[in-house]
């Protein structure tokens, strides 16, 4: 998925290519501006994940002369991660998205591997996130804000069907061949 942030600075052009050039096939595609019970449904809210982004919070902290209290307003990691994920959500819902089913040989991990770090400040050059933004995760914590990162990968394909399921009727992911699938399958 394409976020708000790579929506409104016009990277979907510059993002779509980057995962065809490679040989993934796009095989749903749908610009919308996700509701709030969408968003929710896309991020996951167990205690673990919020235990997991708000320890991840604290312990990015110090590195840059902060501790999480002063930055977060709190230092206990749920309590972070609860914020993190209503950002996560506000941000999702403030404007359009692109979201997308890719297809091809290893698409996840290939996806994945061209997004980059999802912190992009850690984001290798050459990548999505390391190419086109720069920020750390600490740099809009002090705002109240989440990390903008332009793009969403799915993490594991349990993951990946999921959020298929989510953001896709079965009807509107298309089977088609591109002309290169005979070199690179």
């Not at 501790?67 to 819902?93: C, M, R, S, Y």
């Not at 089913?101 to 912190?119: N, P, Q, Y």
């Not at 394909?157 to 290169?180: P, V």
Request: aromatic content about 8%; some cysteine.
């Amino acid at each position: 998925m394409i976020k708000p942030d790579g929506v409104a600075r016009g990277l979907m052009g510059e993002i779509i290519k980057r995962f065809e050039k490679v040989g993934l096939k796009i095989v749903g595609l749908k610009m919308l501006v996700p509701d709030k019970k969408l968003a929710e449904k896309h991020y996951p809210v167990t205690e673990e994940w919020f235990k997991k982004v708000g320890s991840n919070t604290i312990n990015a902290c110090p590195k840059y002369g902060f501790q999480a209290k002063e930055v977060i307003g709190t230092d206990d990691p749920i309590e972070i991660g609860k914020k993190v994920h209503q950002w996560n959500i506000d941000f999702l819902t403030s404007g359009p998205v692109l979201a997308m089913v890719l297809e091809g040989v290893h698409a996840l991990e290939v996806a994945r591997k061209i997004a980059g770090e999802t912190v992009p400040l850690l984001a290798a050059p050459g990548t999505i996130r390391g190419d086109l933004t720069s920020i750390s995760a600490i740099s809009v914590n002090l705002k109240n804000n989440t990390l903008y990162n332009l793009v969403h990968t799915s993490g594991n394909d349990d993951e990946a069907k999921k959020e298929i399921a989510l953001w896709f009727s079965e009807k509107e992911i298309l089977k088609y061949r591109r002309t290169e699938e005979d070199y690179i399958f």
